[in-house]
């Protein structure tokens, strides 16, 4: 059973930066394909930044140039860098992962953090 343990959400104003980060222990950390998705009220769940074992990386179009995802093996994160936030940013975050090679694409696994609430003001 892989256990994903978010951290980082916060309140900000817009244009500021929040670095989230998802943590599971073990050696199987490696091996994770990871997503980062977001789900605003009222609004589908959606695919924000996604990393893939060998460290490639994928970003939805909104966020692009905005949020870098990067991956440490030897702590066993992955964290989104998230800057110049903007008020549409406001969601749960929820951390995602499996060892398929699908999550970091946008077709979710079956390992989830809780999730943690990004809130920018305007």
């Known amino acids: 059973q892989v256990q994903l343990v978010e951290s980082g959400g916060g309140l900000v104003q817009a244009g500021e930066s929040l670095r989230l980060s998802c943590t599971t222990p073990g050696s199987i950390f490696r091996a994770l394909f990871v997503g980062w998705y977001r789900q605003a009220p009222g609004k589908q769940r959606e695919l924000v930044a996604g990393i893939s074992n060998g460290g490639l990386t994928y970003y939805t179009s909104s966020v692009r140039g905005r949020f870098t995802i990067s991956r440490d093996n030897a702590k066993n994160t992955v964290s989104p860098q998230m800057n110049s936030l903007k008020p549409e940013d406001t969601a749960v975050y929820y951390c995602?992962?499996?060892?398929?090679?699908?999550?970091?694409?946008?077709?979710?696994?079956?390992?989830w953090g809780q999730g943690t609430q990004v809130t920018v003001s305007s």
């Open positions: 995602n992962a499996d060892r398929d090679g699908s999550a970091w694409l946008g077709r979710p696994g079956p390992y």
